[in-house]
């Protein structure tokens, strides 16, 4: 029994596909797990909840009041007792409604007030799946955090055809099995993960820096991500105003410009078993740091003598030592994929993570990115729009089959 002592709140919203939901509420059941369903009113024309509270063993929730007691049910502690929540079917209109939190049934509100991860199984016509509307809904969702199970891709010939459809019973219960496997995964425990983070500032003088817009979300997402799968974490930060991993088992080593971040690097990666190089770290520094502030002394333009800042990847990439691993990051506008390649190759990374610099939901400053993972033999792997920590889980992942 995989799910022994789960608590799923298994949401039903009013699609054909909702006769479906009673093989999964078996299934999950069948694994140990204790489910609630919450019902919307639409979902009861086509599944009774005399069916699915005799699946379960518990009433199911619907309406915001029960008929004859008047008794209010309680969204918050469903939130508060739930580990996970999965809403299969996911109609076009309730994945509506959870973007834009219209909060007009049970099922909405529970999710409202979810406190536990969500995930949806989105079941409609191929026309309502494609319609932008319900594709920025579920960017939107994505954004989020929800989890979006996509449709059945195995049969599909190309694009969208066939998408839409619920996935079947059994392949959720996978992925809701893997969510709490990967919940639990230790897999990084006994490595020592070192972590780039952040801009660089360099310094033109006392009062003035050259810098740029990283946030260091990104780093500080898969420094919490490899902490919490055991990693023994080491995070070199630029400057990052009021931002701290939340994760307290990750040491944080703060520095300023990029030659204070080679140094950094340096004497952690002596033993890092895995180094990722996350960090917007400035290719350029002024070659002198005036002391005191630049005076203005007549109009005019001013001059600004740039010399080149270390590669801190290529500089660890060429000391690299059997078995250690190096990730790196290119933020890119265009030609995104020859340009990963090549900065792979020239930094001696055994994995590159593109993301594009063009979009405010995504790169710099954003708390989604759309990312693709280019690895040696060819490797390549793109992902929709997905939260940071979401991306750092399938980094991680990609990491942890690299052989070492
Ligand atoms: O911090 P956030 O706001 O969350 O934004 C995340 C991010 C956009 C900064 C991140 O996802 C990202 O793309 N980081 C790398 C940005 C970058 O500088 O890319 P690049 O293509 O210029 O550099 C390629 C690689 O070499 C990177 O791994 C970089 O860390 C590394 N590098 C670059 C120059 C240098 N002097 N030293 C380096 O180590």
Same mark, same amino acid.
């Given at each position: 029994?995989?799910?022994?002592?789960?608590?799923?709140?298994?949401?039903?919203? +009013?699609?054909?596909?909702?006769?479906?939901?009673?093989?999964?509420?078996?299934? /999950?059941?069948?694994?140990?797990?204790?489910?609630?369903?919450?019902?919307?009113?639409?979902?009861?024309?086509?599944?009774?909840?005399?069916?699915?509270?005799?699946?379960?063993?518990?009433?199911?929730?619907?309406?915001?009041?029960?008929?004859?007691?008047?008794?209010?049910?309680?969204?918050?502690?469903?939130?508060?007792?739930?580990?996970?929540?999965?809403?299969?079917?996911?109609?076009?209109?309730?994945?509506?409604?959870?973007?834009?939190?219209?909060?007009?049934?049970?099922?909405?509100?529970?999710?409202?007030?979810?406190?536990?991860?969500?995930? *949806?199984?989105?079941?409609?016509?191929?026309?309502?799946?494609?319609?932008?509307?319900?594709?920025?809904?579920?960017?939107?969702?994505?954004?989020?955090?929800?989890?979006?199970?996509?449709?059945?891709?195995?049969? /599909?010939?190309?694009?969208?055809?066939?998408?839409?459809?619920?996935?079947?019973?059994?392949?959720?219960?996978?992925?809701?099995?893997?969510?709490?496997?990967?919940?639990?995964?230790?897999?990084?425990?006994?490595?020592?993960?070192?972590?780039?983070?952040?801009?660089?500032?360099?310094?033109?003088?006392?009062?003035?820096?050259?810098?740029?817009?990283?946030?260091?979300?990104?780093?500080?997402? /898969?420094?919490?991500?490899?902490?919490?799968?055991?990693?023994?974490?080491?995070?070199?930060?630029?400057?990052?105003?009021?931002?701290?991993?939340?994760?307290?088992? *990750?040491?944080?080593?703060?520095?300023?410009?990029?030659?204070?971040?080679?140094?950094?690097?340096?004497?952690?990666?002596?033993?890092?078993?895995?180094?990722?190089?996350?960090?917007?770290?400035?290719?350029?520094?002024?070659?002198?740091?005036?002391?005191?502030?630049?005076?203005?002394?007549?109009?005019?333009?001013?001059? /600004?003598?740039?010399?080149?800042?270390?590669?801190?990847?290529?500089?660890?990439?060429?000391?690299?030592?059997? +078995?250690?691993?190096?990730?790196?990051?290119?933020?890119?506008?265009?030609? +995104?994929?020859?340009?990963?390649?090549?900065?792979?190759?020239?930094?001696?990374?055994?994995?590159? *993570?593109?993301?594009?610099?063009?979009?405010?939901?995504?790169?710099?400053?954003?708390?989604?990115?759309?990312?693709?993972?280019?690895?040696?033999?060819?490797?390549?792997?793109?992902?929709?729009?997905?939260?940071?920590?979401?991306?750092?889980?399938?980094?991680?992942?990609?990491?942890?089959?690299?052989?070492?």
């Amino acid at each position: 029994m995989r799910l022994e002592g789960k608590h799923i709140v298994l949401g039903i919203s +009013g699609g054909i596909a909702a006769y479906k939901s009673a093989a999964l509420l078996r299934l /999950l059941i069948k694994e140990g797990a204790e489910v609630q369903v919450v019902i919307t009113p639409n979902g009861k024309e086509f599944i009774t909840p005399a069916t699915l509270a005799a699946l379960s063993g518990k009433p199911v929730v619907s309406e915001f009041f029960a008929a004859n007691t008047g008794e209010w049910h309680s969204h918050v502690d469903l939130g508060l007792w739930a580990d996970l929540m999965v809403i299969a079917p996911a109609t076009a209109c309730t994945l509506a409604k959870m973007a834009t939190g219209v909060a007009d049934n049970m099922l909405i509100t529970t999710y409202l007030s979810a406190k536990e991860p969500v995930m *949806v199984a989105p079941a409609m016509d191929l026309d309502m799946f494609a319609h932008p509307s319900t594709q920025r809904n579920l960017d939107t969702l994505r954004g989020d955090g929800v989890i979006v199970l996509d449709s059945p891709s195995g049969e /599909l010939a190309s694009g969208l055809e066939g998408k839409g459809r619920m996935l079947e019973p059994e392949q959720i219960l996978e992925k809701v099995v893997e969510h709490f496997e990967s919940a639990s995964r230790k897999d990084f425990a006994g490595e020592k993960v070192v972590i780039t983070a952040g801009p660089t500032r360099e310094k033109i003088d006392d009062v003035r820096f050259i810098a740029n817009h990283s946030s260091g979300k990104m780093g500080m997402a /898969l420094a919490e991500e490899f902490a919490s799968r055991g990693a023994d974490v080491t995070l070199v930060c630029g400057p990052v105003e009021g931002r701290k991993p939340v994760d307290a088992r *990750v040491k944080t080593v703060k520095v300023e410009s990029a030659l204070e971040m080679l140094d950094a690097v340096k004497k952690e990666y002596r033993d890092a078993d895995v180094t990722i190089f996350a960090a917007a770290v400035a290719d350029y520094r002024p070659e002198v740091a005036v002391a005191g502030k630049i005076k203005r002394e007549e109009r005019g333009p001013m001059t /600004l003598s740039l010399v080149e800042n270390p590669d801190i990847a290529a500089e660890m990439g060429a000391n690299k030592r059997e +078995g250690q691993v190096n990730v790196g990051f290119a933020l890119e506008s265009d030609n +995104g994929l020859q340009n990963a390649a090549k900065k792979l190759d020239a930094k001696n990374l055994d994995l590159i *993570v593109l993301n594009p610099a063009n979009r405010s939901d995504a790169g710099f400053n954003a708390d989604t990115d759309i990312i693709t993972l280019i690895g040696r033999d060819n490797m390549k792997e793109e992902f929709p729009l997905m939260t940071k920590r979401q991306c750092a889980s399938v980094i991680a992942n990609a990491v942890a089959k690299i052989a070492r």
